[in-house]
């Protein structure tokens, strides 16, 4: 979402997030040390159990004593976690996906250590009356093995391979939450002159957003989601492990992949940018809700060939409500020539100055607009579940929204491009 003070006055923008991982510049496959997967994930079900009974001592026991700040950090982490409600936590290792990805660089920082590994390590959870399904994160602990026992020294030794262990809200310290019928928002405790209070409308607008969502999408979905508010924008990139100018956005939709499952969208959160978000009048914050859940609502109808101008355009038409000022930043650009009548591309909804990236999130909903008022509301969720059921498959992202559009509306992608810039230019 832009930041209307600092790029421009403009409507609610949002990102969706996906956690995956780009198999990209690796170590060579691994296998890992002898006898270490089952003692390492014997070690991993202790360090589960004791999240999922809060023993802190259990906890800590399966850390590296010799890893101080880690150390420090981890008890941190435990006690900031023990106001969280699991339904369920589990920690595995999944050597399968990249191996054992230790370097001699990373076994030259644990000196004396008997062995070293860092496998992917995937943790699973559920937070209670909010998850239906498992979150699945990716983690890149550090084992190491010393007097014959292993145990977990680090998570960051991969960072600089851009391998990333999953930070959450609860890793920077105590949660302070609140809850309505259908939210639960998490931040941190607020001290301090910049820290951003929402106020006591916050949950109630949410509530009103989750119904105008349901007035614009039919299809299940949770309805029931976490609000996140980290405390910095710092702490905000790290959680999306992102390096986007976080400037241009006020909030994000985020979720995970659970693998498990072939590509099964999961662990459905609304992260706002404490840089950015400005709760500056009831509608505005209505709108920006209102975009959020509109992207978790289509989460488990989504797939991975729907392009970003569907997902936003379809979230910008719901945020917007029939609003009939909604596209007059569009409008005027048309008229004054500055529309070069083509479907935005992925890349351009996050970079660019906040101008260009508002007016690719303007052509995406002129696009949807387009569709349901000429197909109707219900064709465009019959187009966007058939799409979204494509798995893995060969064609690009285009080859399979025209397949998707011929059996939906009998119109191909390009015929569906040109007649929206027509009609466009003769609004």
């Given at each position: 979402m832009i930041n209307r003070t600092t790029k421009m006055a403009a409507g609610a923008l949002a990102l969706i997030f996906v956690v995956t991982l780009a198999p990209t510049a690796l170590p060579a496959h691994a296998a890992p040390p002898a006898g270490a997967a089952a003692a390492i994930d014997e070690l991993l079900e202790r360090r589960a159990e004791a999240v999922r009974i809060r023993d802190k001592d259990a906890f800590m026991a399966t850390i590296d004593p010799a890893s101080e700040r880690f150390v420090e950090r981890q008890g941190r982490l435990f006690d900031a976690m023990r106001?969280?409600?699991f339904a369920s936590y589990s920690l595995v290792t999944k050597w399968e996906r990249f191996g054992d990805l230790v370097r001699p660089s990373d076994k030259a920082?644990?000196?004396?250590?008997e062995?070293?590994?860092?496998?992917?390590?995937?943790?699973?959870?559920?937070i209670a009356g909010f998850d239906p399904e498992e979150a699945a994160e990716?983690?890149?602990?550090t084992f190491v093995k010393r007097d014959g026992e292993w145990s977990v020294a680090e998570d960051t030794d991969l960072d600089d391979l851009a391998l990333f262990s999953a930070r959450h809200l609860w890793d920077r310290g105590a949660l302070e939450p609140r809850r309505?019928?259908?939210f639960l928002q998490w931040q941190h405790p607020c001290s301090g002159e910049n820290c951003l209070t929402l106020g006591a409308e916050f949950l109630p607008l949410a509530e009103s957003g989750l119904k105008r969502v349901d007035e614009y999408w039919?299809?299940?979905?949770?309805?029931?989601?976490?609000?996140?508010v980290p405390s910095s924008q710092g702490e905000l990139r790290r959680m999306l492990q992102t390096s986007i100018d976080l400037d241009n956005f006020v909030a994000f939709a985020y979720s995970t992949i659970d693998l498990a499952h072939g590509i099964d969208f999961t662990g459905h959160r609304i992260i706002l940018n404490p840089n950015a978000f400005e709760v500056q009048t009831r509608e505005r914050v209505l709108t920006i809700l209102t975009h959020e859940l509109a992207h978790i609502a289509t989460r488990d109808s989504s797939g991975v060939f729907i392009p970003t101008w569907i997902e936003e355009g379809f979230a910008e038409v719901t945020a917007y409500d029939r609003d009939p000022s909604a596209l007059a930043?569009?409008?005027?650009?048309?008229?004054?020539?500055?529309?070069?009548?083509?479907?935005?591309k992925d890349f351009e909804f996050t970079t660019g100055d906040g101008t260009e990236i508002y007016m690719s999130y303007q052509e995406a909903q002129s696009a949807i607009s387009y569709f349901i008022e000429r197909w109707g509301l219900d064709r465009f969720e019959t187009f966007y579940v058939r799409l979204g059921r494509v798995g893995i498959s060969p064609g690009t992202?285009?080859?399979?929204?025209?397949?998707?559009?011929?059996?939906t509306i009998g119109v191909s992608l390009a015929n569906f491009a040109s007649a929206w810039a027509r009609a466009s230019a003769r609004d």
């Open positions: 106001s969280v409600d920082r644990y000196p004396g250590a062995d070293v590994a860092i496998p992917l390590t995937e943790e699973r959870y559920r990716d983690l890149f602990y309505s019928d259908h039919h299809g299940p979905w949770t309805r029931r989601v976490i609000v996140l930043f569009f409008d005027a650009r048309v008229e004054a020539g500055e529309f070069d009548g083509r479907l935005p992202s285009s080859y399979h929204v025209d397949s998707a559009l011929r059996e």
